[in-house]
Protein backbone atom coordinates (compact mmCIF):
# COMPACT_ATOMS: atom_id res chain seq x y z
CA UNK A 1 0.00 0.00 0.00
CA UNK A 2 1.16 3.38 -1.01
CA UNK A 3 0.63 6.56 1.56
CA UNK A 4 0.28 9.52 -0.58
CA UNK A 5 0.81 12.96 1.01
CA UNK A 6 2.16 16.63 0.40
CA UNK A 7 5.42 17.67 0.59
CA UNK A 8 7.21 20.89 0.85
CA UNK A 9 8.32 20.06 -3.10
CA UNK A 10 4.58 19.24 -3.68
CA UNK A 11 3.31 22.82 -2.79
CA UNK A 12 1.72 23.62 0.46
CA UNK A 13 2.40 25.57 3.73
CA UNK A 14 1.76 24.07 6.87
CA UNK A 15 1.59 24.23 10.47
CA UNK A 16 2.81 21.53 12.58
CA UNK A 17 0.42 20.68 14.99
CA UNK A 18 1.11 17.98 17.83
CA UNK A 19 3.81 16.36 15.19
CA UNK A 20 1.90 16.26 12.63
CA UNK A 21 1.49 18.19 8.66
CA UNK A 22 -1.87 20.27 8.52
CA UNK A 23 -2.43 21.27 4.79
CA UNK A 24 -3.53 24.87 4.64
CA UNK A 25 -4.08 24.92 1.10
CA UNK A 26 -2.00 24.01 -2.12
CA UNK A 27 0.61 26.99 -2.53
CA UNK A 28 0.31 28.56 -5.60
CA UNK A 29 -3.23 27.85 -6.41
CA UNK A 30 -5.33 30.95 -7.13
CA UNK A 31 -8.18 30.64 -4.34
CA UNK A 32 -11.11 33.48 -4.87
CA UNK A 33 -11.77 35.71 -2.11
CA UNK A 34 -13.73 34.23 0.56
CA UNK A 35 -15.47 37.39 1.31
CA UNK A 36 -17.06 37.60 -2.16
CA UNK A 37 -17.40 34.12 -3.03
CA UNK A 38 -20.51 32.67 -4.61
CA UNK A 39 -20.41 29.15 -2.37
CA UNK A 40 -21.68 28.39 1.04
CA UNK A 41 -21.03 25.73 3.01
CA UNK A 42 -22.97 22.21 2.40
CA UNK A 43 -24.55 22.54 5.45
CA UNK A 44 -27.66 24.11 7.34
CA UNK A 45 -26.88 27.68 9.21
CA UNK A 46 -26.20 27.26 12.78
CA UNK A 47 -23.89 23.95 11.97
CA UNK A 48 -20.42 23.66 12.47
CA UNK A 49 -18.75 20.54 11.82
CA UNK A 50 -14.49 19.48 11.44
CA UNK A 51 -13.00 18.87 8.53
CA UNK A 52 -10.75 15.48 7.85
CA UNK A 53 -8.72 15.90 4.36
CA UNK A 54 -8.90 19.15 2.64
CA UNK A 55 -6.81 20.57 -0.06
CA UNK A 56 -3.49 18.86 -0.74
CA UNK A 57 -3.61 17.21 2.62
CA UNK A 58 -3.67 13.18 1.57
CA UNK A 59 -4.50 10.69 -0.64
CA UNK A 60 -6.55 11.13 -2.62
CA UNK A 61 -6.26 14.95 -2.10
CA UNK A 62 -2.62 15.72 -4.21
CA UNK A 63 -1.94 17.64 -6.33
CA UNK A 64 -2.29 16.29 -9.84
CA UNK A 65 -5.18 13.81 -8.67
CA UNK A 66 -8.35 14.96 -9.39
CA UNK A 67 -9.55 15.48 -5.88
CA UNK A 68 -6.59 17.62 -5.08
CA UNK A 69 -9.33 20.62 -4.43
CA UNK A 70 -11.71 18.05 -2.68
CA UNK A 71 -12.89 18.49 1.32
CA UNK A 72 -14.00 15.90 3.72
CA UNK A 73 -16.55 17.23 6.37
CA UNK A 74 -16.74 14.82 9.18
CA UNK A 75 -20.55 14.43 9.34
CA UNK A 76 -22.39 11.32 11.40
CA UNK A 77 -24.61 9.30 8.95
CA UNK A 78 -28.13 10.94 8.67
CA UNK A 79 -26.72 14.42 8.45
CA UNK A 80 -28.33 17.19 6.26
CA UNK A 81 -26.63 18.35 3.54
CA UNK A 82 -27.34 21.40 1.68
CA UNK A 83 -26.66 23.01 -1.59
CA UNK A 84 -23.52 25.33 -2.01
CA UNK A 85 -25.07 26.95 -4.54
CA UNK A 86 -27.57 27.04 -7.00
CA UNK A 87 -28.29 24.99 -9.94
CA UNK A 88 -29.47 21.66 -11.96
CA UNK A 89 -29.76 18.58 -10.60
CA UNK A 90 -27.45 16.41 -12.98
CA UNK A 91 -27.07 13.42 -11.21
CA UNK A 92 -28.07 10.71 -7.94
CA UNK A 93 -26.83 7.62 -6.99
CA UNK A 94 -28.37 6.74 -3.61
CA UNK A 95 -28.65 2.87 -3.76
CA UNK A 96 -25.28 2.40 -2.25
CA UNK A 97 -25.34 0.87 1.67
CA UNK A 98 -23.00 2.54 4.08
CA UNK A 99 -19.52 1.21 3.84
CA UNK A 100 -19.94 -0.66 0.66
CA UNK A 101 -20.61 -0.06 -3.48
CA UNK A 102 -21.49 2.02 -4.68
CA UNK A 103 -20.50 5.55 -4.20
CA UNK A 104 -23.95 7.16 -3.32
CA UNK A 105 -23.23 10.75 -4.71
CA UNK A 106 -25.21 13.71 -5.82
CA UNK A 107 -24.02 16.37 -8.73
CA UNK A 108 -25.68 19.71 -9.01
CA UNK A 109 -24.11 21.71 -11.76
CA UNK A 110 -24.32 25.70 -10.62
CA UNK A 111 -25.23 28.83 -12.65
CA UNK A 112 -21.66 29.06 -14.04
CA UNK A 113 -21.45 25.91 -15.41
CA UNK A 114 -19.55 24.12 -12.69
CA UNK A 115 -20.30 20.67 -10.71
CA UNK A 116 -20.41 20.47 -7.10
CA UNK A 117 -20.51 16.89 -5.97
CA UNK A 118 -21.55 15.27 -2.70
CA UNK A 119 -20.11 11.87 -2.18
CA UNK A 120 -21.02 9.49 0.21
CA UNK A 121 -23.84 10.23 0.90
CA UNK A 122 -25.86 7.20 2.95
CA UNK A 123 -28.62 4.49 1.24
CA UNK A 124 -31.78 6.00 -0.57
CA UNK A 125 -30.04 9.28 1.01
CA UNK A 126 -30.67 11.83 -1.67
CA UNK A 127 -33.56 14.40 -1.17
CA UNK A 128 -33.52 15.70 -4.71
CA UNK A 129 -34.14 14.10 -8.69
CA UNK A 130 -32.04 14.23 -11.70
CA UNK A 131 -33.47 17.70 -13.54
CA UNK A 132 -34.46 19.68 -10.35
CA UNK A 133 -33.60 23.01 -9.45
CA UNK A 134 -31.99 23.94 -6.13
CA UNK A 135 -31.76 27.40 -4.36
CA UNK A 136 -28.42 27.98 -2.52
CA UNK A 137 -29.14 26.22 1.12
CA UNK A 138 -31.66 23.61 0.32
CA UNK A 139 -31.44 20.39 1.41
CA UNK A 140 -29.96 18.04 -0.93
CA UNK A 141 -29.38 14.62 0.61
CA UNK A 142 -27.93 12.81 4.01
CA UNK A 143 -24.62 12.08 4.40
CA UNK A 144 -22.79 8.76 5.00
CA UNK A 145 -20.17 6.44 4.51
CA UNK A 146 -21.06 4.69 1.28
CA UNK A 147 -18.90 3.63 -1.62
CA UNK A 148 -14.81 3.29 -0.06
CA UNK A 149 -15.41 6.12 2.65
CA UNK A 150 -13.67 4.54 5.14
CA UNK A 151 -15.61 6.86 8.15
CA UNK A 152 -18.55 8.84 7.77
CA UNK A 153 -18.38 12.08 6.22
CA UNK A 154 -18.98 14.33 3.32
CA UNK A 155 -17.10 14.30 0.12
CA UNK A 156 -17.41 17.48 -1.56
CA UNK A 157 -15.16 18.71 -4.71
CA UNK A 158 -16.39 21.34 -7.17
CA UNK A 159 -14.84 20.47 -10.75
CA UNK A 160 -14.84 21.35 -14.49
CA UNK A 161 -15.45 19.98 -17.94
CA UNK A 162 -17.81 17.18 -16.08
CA UNK A 163 -18.13 15.18 -13.12
CA UNK A 164 -17.49 11.69 -13.87
CA UNK A 165 -13.90 10.83 -13.27
CA UNK A 166 -10.89 11.71 -14.67
CA UNK A 167 -12.58 15.39 -13.38
CA UNK A 168 -10.58 18.12 -12.95
CA UNK A 169 -11.06 19.68 -9.38
CA UNK A 170 -10.50 23.53 -8.55
CA UNK A 171 -10.31 25.41 -5.34
CA UNK A 172 -13.52 26.94 -4.05
CA UNK A 173 -13.59 28.84 -0.90
CA UNK A 174 -16.57 29.73 1.41
CA UNK A 175 -18.15 32.84 2.26
CA UNK A 176 -20.82 32.19 5.34
CA UNK A 177 -18.09 31.43 7.66
CA UNK A 178 -14.96 32.41 9.20
CA UNK A 179 -11.76 33.53 7.31
CA UNK A 180 -10.70 30.29 4.64
CA UNK A 181 -8.73 32.68 2.30
CA UNK A 182 -6.89 28.66 1.21
CA UNK A 183 -10.36 27.16 1.68
CA UNK A 184 -11.07 25.06 4.68
CA UNK A 185 -8.25 23.57 6.61
CA UNK A 186 -7.52 20.14 7.51
CA UNK A 187 -8.45 19.91 11.67
CA UNK A 188 -10.61 22.76 11.98
CA UNK A 189 -14.01 23.68 12.59
CA UNK A 190 -16.24 25.81 10.40
CA UNK A 191 -20.06 27.05 11.91
CA UNK A 192 -22.48 28.37 8.53
CA UNK A 193 -23.30 31.83 9.07
CA UNK A 194 -26.23 33.37 7.88
CA UNK A 195 -26.07 35.00 4.47
Not at 28 to 49: C, D, F, I, M, R
Amino acid sequence: MTIWSCTKKDGFVSDNVGGNQIANGCEGAAYPNWETSKHVLPYPVGQSYSIGLSHCSGTPHIEGLPDQFAIDINMNVGTLVTASRKGTIMFVEESGLDYELPNNIVVLRDEDGYFLQYHHLTNNGSIVEQGQFVEKGDPIGYSGASGEAGYPHLHFVASRGGFEAPYMSYPITFSNTSANPFSLIQGQTYEALPY
